[in-house]
């Protein structure tokens, strides 16, 4: 049996995050967790003794990043990949209405708390050959009205990735958008959405909830989770939907 290997997952408390995290485990790995909540980071330590650690902490400070990697290092030795997964969609208004102080506060924790989690990681990872899987989004890609501060933060998330792989050759990292998944963030959108979004978006998003074609987490969480632990190295600094052809020896059967 292949010895465990230690990931980092943040957004781990719940949704996407957390079933990445409960993929992990199931493979034997060991996982630190990272949210602002602790209580299901709490059970799932209790579920797992010895294989499960974690820091609460809002990544929007972004000294807590030094505080993550050396917590993980501490408790299990070494860090072999990190899933950046945590984000926020707010403010969903249109940019006539919203302010740039809104827009820092999306940037800090979508992009900037990356960066600075990055710098203090990529030590780490140089000793591992380690991965990092950045959870990206379709909004990245397309304009959707109100989505400005998001989409725009992952769009520059996706160059992080791509920046990160240019410039440190024994690390591998990948982004991935997971597609539209039964999350908080999808139900905030419901409810958040309609008076900034256009209203046949909107309306869309509420149809694929009520009509059951929202994703299960653990459909793109399971590719998440593989890539984390194997991606090869040509797919570094690149991005793709979970998905994609290319990504079909990570998905689950």
């Not at 650690?53 to 990949?81: C, E, H």
């Not at 380690?130 to 996706?158: D, E, P, Q």
Request: net charge neutral; glycine share 6%; proline share 3%.
């Amino acid at each position: 049996m292949a010895a465990a290997k230690t990931f980092i997952v943040t957004g781990a408390s719940r949704g996407l995050g957390l079933a990445v995290a409960q993929i992990l485990l199931k493979s034997s790995h060991n996982v630190f967790l990272v949210a602002r909540s602790d209580a299901d980071m709490k059970r799932l330590k209790q579920e797992h003794p010895g294989a499960v650690d974690y820091l609460a902490a809002d990544l929007a400070d972004f000294s807590t990043a030094s505080s993550i990697i050396q917590s993980a290092v501490k408790t299990f030795g070494k860090i072999d990949g990190i899933v950046v997964n945590h984000g926020v969609l707010a403010p969903i208004t249109k940019i006539s209405e919203s302010s740039a102080e809104e827009w820092r506060k999306c940037y800090d924790i979508n992009v900037f708390s990356a960066v600075a989690l990055m710098k203090e990681a990529i030590p780490e990872l140089r000793k591992t050959n380690g991965r990092v899987v950045f959870v990206s989004s379709g909004a990245a890609f397309a304009a959707i009205t109100a989505w400005g501060s998001y989409g725009t933060s992952k769009a520059a998330l996706n160059h992080i990735n791509a920046h990160l792989a240019a410039e440190e050759p024994s690390i591998t990292s990948v982004a991935i958008s997971p597609g539209k998944v039964d999350t908080d963030m999808q139900k905030q959108i419901r409810e958040e959405g309609k008076t900034g979004m256009a209203e046949a978006v909107h309306a869309s998003f509420v149809d694929e909830h009520e009509s059951g074609k929202l994703l299960p987490a653990d459909l793109p969480g399971s590719v998440i989770a593989k890539l984390v632990e194997s991606a090869p190295k040509e797919f570094s600094g690149k991005h793709y939907r979970w998905n994609d052809d290319e990504l079909a020896q990570f998905q689950k059967k």
